[in-house]
């Protein structure tokens, strides 16, 4: 860690120079009039098949998941695999569902999930409350692709200490806000094209050159520890690691595609039919992500934790570290420099669209709505502008000053707030039987049920639910939800026995070609 | 409803809601044997299944392509 690696770094910052070039020349790119929310933010609806599936791609395999999946593996072993059948149940989902929520978007020119639930349901209450839990549950996000970017910056041998160890990640955010800034959506657009060559080219390498160095498949399996190796079979009384496993997957999935950068990257599709075509191409990436978890056990059989020249390395970053540390044991220099781009530039791509979705968010379902209804198109732009600035600022500002720890906690808690819009968004794309303020209802008790069982089991993933003598331990997210769900179920035909539900903007003619 | 729409439900999505049974039903891959090029089951059933998943996938868009049957 003492010695900085000066062969990755010049090839790191060729490839980061290349990216930013790209960023700011991206606002030429099938121009557009960037004073316009729809054209900054979505990128004008324009992109195509390919261009999407870069986008979508790039956008929902960030920097973190590279890091923290295969860290997962690395220290706790099968558990970490749960990543795969989460994949294998987004892309249906995303399949089925969405292509109809970016028809209606279309036609009415709703830019966020909020502004679709507002169309729908008329209440601009529970449109805000779809928009705030945009944005609090993007904020963490952002700061764990920072974070990803600091531990291969990390890996290079620049440190330093206290605020001059930030120097380079205040570089790389400043690069970040002004292309960003500068081109909108196109920017992510455009360099998410990189991003996954890289990362294709470092997955299949590192997959395909690792165990032959370790001597086979046979060696990496035979380092991982018995007992991680398969899930614990849960004893009696309980479902134990199956349930977590299961629960985990199906609830990470529904939680990321109601993300907002996940909403901005499908919304910015050329049509319906792009969506399609997408959902049917992205497994490609779900077959990446099940390859980067086996680096965890790359890592294990490799022992690069008991290497002298790594101690230093896992002190900072812990099992986080276990990644780059396989990279510069495994490859030359010039090879882990390309991977720990693709890494970083993997935190970028992700970071921008999650500033340009939240800054959508504020703009749209606060500043309109409640501080400026009569925002011109300019003032809308440049207010999503700022708010994404403010946001990145503010993701920098977390991740220098506070620990690592809060940053992980909070990013848990933003897939269990998210989740919450479930309801709303989701279903509210096949019924708006649901009463607006009954889902208003359900999302409150859902936030304030799911912080206070994460809380109470100190921030793990999984919570010891217990029914009639039975432990079901599972991801907080979907108990949560499930409990949202029902309370606005039997709170609906109540509310609607005080009053009048709003009227519904959209037609059923709306959600399709 | 007319034969070149997308419609909001299709008897061949039930082909893609089949494919998490398998994929959530922990007990069916939880166990080492048999291994296969030194691959335990666990992972190798499972990187299986996205394969298996992304050709469902792409039989169900073609199958549901508007504009195909109409």
Known sequence: ?513 | MEGNRERAWSPWYLLLLIQFIPALLVPLYNRVEPVVGGIPFFYWFQLALVLVSALVTAVVYFATEPGRNG
């Not at chain 1, 979505?42 to 998941?65: C, E, K, N, Q, S």
């Not at chain 1, 400043?174 to 997955?203: E, H, Q």
């Not at chain 1, 299949?204 to 398969?230: E, R, T």
């Not at chain 1, 096949?430 to 009954?438: E, G, L, Q, V």
Request: hydrophobic share 55%; glycine share 10%; charged share 10%.
């Open chain 1, 1 to 513: 860690m003492e010695q900085v690696n000066w062969t990755a770094l010049t090839v790191f910052i060729a490839l980061f120079g290349l990216i930013s070039w790209l960023g700011f020349a991206a606002a030429h790119w099938r121009r557009g009039d960037l004073d316009q929310l729809h054209e900054w933010g979505l990128g004008g609806r324009r992109f195509g098949t390919l261009i999407t599936w870069f986008l979508v791609g790039g956008d929902l395999y960030t920097a973190y998941t590279f890091i923290a999946v295969p860290a997962l593996a690395f220290g706790a072993g099968a558990i970490a695999f749960f990543a795969v059948p989460y994949t294998i149940i987004v892309y249906p989902i995303l399949f089925i569902v969405f292509p109809r929520l970016w028809y209606v978007c279309r036609k009415h020119h709703y830019v966020t999930a909020a502004d679709f639930v507002r169309g729908r349901f008329g209440n601009r209450w529970l449109a805000l409350a779809i928009a705030v839990t945009g944005i609090i549950a993007t904020m963490p996000y952002i700061a764990l692709q920072l974070v990803g970017l600091q531990v291969v910056i990390g890996a290079m041998g620049v440190t330093g200490e206290g605020l001059a160890g930030a120097i380079p990640l205040v570089i790389a955010v400043v690069i970040l806000a002004a292309f960003t800034d500068s081109s909108g959506l196109r920017a992510p657009a455009a360099i998410a094209v990189v991003k996954d060559t890289l990362i294709y080219i470092t997955a299949f390498a590192a997959v395909i050159i690792i165990p032959i160095q370790l001597g086979g498949w046979s060696n990496v399996f035979a380092a991982v520890p018995a007992d991680k190796l398969l899930l614990t079979s849960p004893g009696p009384g309980t479902t134990g690691e199956y349930g977590v496993y299961a629960t985990l997957a199906l609830g990470s999935a529904l939680a990321l595609l109601l993300y907002p950068h996940s909403m901005t990257g499908i919304l910015s599709a050329s049509s319906g039919g792009a969506v399609r075509r997408n959902a049917a191409l992205l497994p490609a990436y779900s077959l990446v992500l099940g390859l980067l978890a086996l680096l965890g056990f790359f890592a294990l059989a490799a022992g690069v934790d008991k290497l002298p020249e790594f101690a230093g390395g896992f002190k900072q970053f812990k099992a986080n570290f276990a990644v780059p540390a396989l990279m510069l044991h495994s490859f030359p220099a010039w090879f882990a420099g390309v991977t720990f781009a693709a890494i970083g530039i993997g935190a970028l791509v992700p970071a921008s669209i999650m500033s340009i979705a939240a800054a959508n968010l504020f703009t749209r379902n606060v500043y309109r709505e409640f501080l400026h209804g009569e925002a011109t198109d300019k003032q809308e732009a440049q207010t999503a502008k700022w708010a994404s600035l403010i946001v990145k600022l503010g993701a920098l500002i977390f991740v220098v000053f506070v620990p690592l720890q809060y940053a992980i906690q909070l990013q848990l808690l933003g897939g269990i707030w998210i989740i919450q819009t479930l309801p709303s968004v989701l279903i509210g794309l096949y019924t708006r039987w649901f009463n607006p303020w009954a889902l208003l209802v359900g999302w409150a008790v859902g936030m304030a049920a799911g912080t206070y069982m994460a809380y109470s089991v100190n921030f793990a993933a999984a919570y010891p639910l217990a029914i009639g003598g039975w432990i079901f331990p599972g991801y907080t997210a979907l108990y949560t939800v499930i409990l949202n769900l029902i309370i606005a179920m039997v709170l609906t035909p109540m509310v609607n026995a005080l009053g009048a539900k709003p009227e519904d903007k959209t037609a059923a003619a709306d959600y399709y070609a």
